[in-house]
């Protein structure tokens, strides 16, 4: 059973880099053909595609979120991390990390609980 777990500060002030981690458990991050990605919901957009980083360690991003995001990963911990710099208020949200078992289109099958990030000085 594959299990994601978010972890990361709950609160960080407008300007600074939100980092959030995912560890992945039960499955490798390098298997292929999965694909890791990080989803947030807002209350202003709602569920937005954020971005991912692929088993072979290849990258996509929102392009409405490019200019401010980067995801890396460790694979000899199997945890991808999420860096969002220049926050602002309207960051603020649930951040989810879900694994894509590939295919066409987007098709989510093991999702993280989620962990709350508010962006407040």
């Known amino acids: 059973q594959v299990q994601l777990q978010e972890s990361g500060p709950n609160l960080v002030k407008p300007s600074q880099t939100l980092s959030l981690t995912c560890t992945v458990s039960?499955?490798?991050?390098?298997?292929?053909?999965?694909?890791w990605n990080w989803i947030r919901q807002t209350p202003g957009k709602g569920l937005q595609w954020m971005g991912c980083i692929g088993y072979s360690g290849a990258t996509a991003y929102s392009p409405s979120l490019k200019s401010r995001t980067s995801i890396s990963r460790d694979t000899s911990k199997n945890q991808f991390t999420l860096q969002l710099n220049s926050v602002t208020p309207e960051d603020t949200g649930v951040y989810y990390c879900?694994?894509?078992?590939?295919?066409?289109?987007?098709?989510?099958?093991?999702w993280g609980q989620g962990t709350q990030v508010t962006v407040s000085s």
């Open positions: 039960g499955g490798s991050i390098t298997t292929n053909p999965y694909w």
């Open positions: 879900v694994r894509d078992p590939g295919g066409l289109g987007p098709n989510y099958d093991y």
